[in-house]
């Protein structure tokens, strides 16, 4: 159970397109694929206004280029086995503010939570976007399309530690805290909609400077 005399914050993160921005690197595992068949898809701006627009998946969007259903099956398997590739992981771009991280950090304990299968690769990354050190405890879960693997997770660390929330872009991260009744806060820089009964910032910064602000009152 929680001790007691746990009075420090505790604030979970997701990482990907919560504290950096992974859209160009899911759109160029896309563009290769089908570059491989000589077929031109999107442009990356229209990439990004498909996806929204429709409220889409990366294979939605995939689908209007499919000519049979082995090269759907295909693009599953490129797609699965290098989304997480060194190459196109290189192309993910910060979105937190590292400077206002460091403030954070003197007022809250952080655990990252993300969806990733490759934690060599993972922790990788954390080391060269130079976040590694942020973070209390790292938590690389596989995706199950049987059940939310945040979810357990969750409960665990509720016992743990003094929860402030839960941040993250995706229902699926809102779903999670919900089960376990963590306070979900969303932030808007993934390409979902998040239509929940939540505090929706625009970004991760947006958030740390409002917490950091009611802090110093």
Avoid: W
């Avoid at 159970?1 to 990907?16: A, E, H, N, S, Y």
């Avoid at 950096?20 to 898809?41: A, G, P, S």
């Amino acid at each position: 159970m929680k001790k007691p005399f746990l009075t420090r914050q505790t604030i979970i993160l997701d990482l990907d397109d919560t504290l950096i921005d992974t859209k160009k690197r899911q759109y160029h595992v896309i563009k290769d694929f089908f570059l491989k068949k000589d077929i031109h898809i999107k442009n990356f701006e229209d990439y990004k206004k498909y996806r929204i627009d429709n409220h889409c998946s990366n294979y939605e969007f995939a689908l209007q280029y499919f000519v049979s259903d082995i090269m759907a099956e295909e693009f599953k398997l490129f797609f699965i086995n290098n989304i997480e590739a060194i190459k196109y992981l290189a192309l993910d771009e910060l979105i937190i503010d590292t400077e206002l991280f460091n403030k954070m950090i003197n007022k809250y304990d952080f655990i990252l939570l993300s969806l990733r299968s490759s934690k060599t690769n993972s922790i990788n990354q954390l080391k060269d976007l130079e976040l590694m050190s942020f973070f209390k405890e790292i938590h690389f879960l596989t995706h199950s399309t049987v059940v939310n693997s945040k979810t357990s997770i969750l409960a665990d660390l509720k016992n743990k530690y003094n929860i402030k929330s839960f941040v993250g872009d995706m229902i699926y991260d809102y779903e999670a805290a919900n089960s376990n009744q963590i306070k979900f806060v969303g932030v808007d820089t993934g390409l979902f909609n998040l239509e929940v009964d939540s505090e929706i910032f625009s970004s991760i910064n947006r958030y740390f400077s409002c917490i950091n602000s009611v802090q110093q009152n």
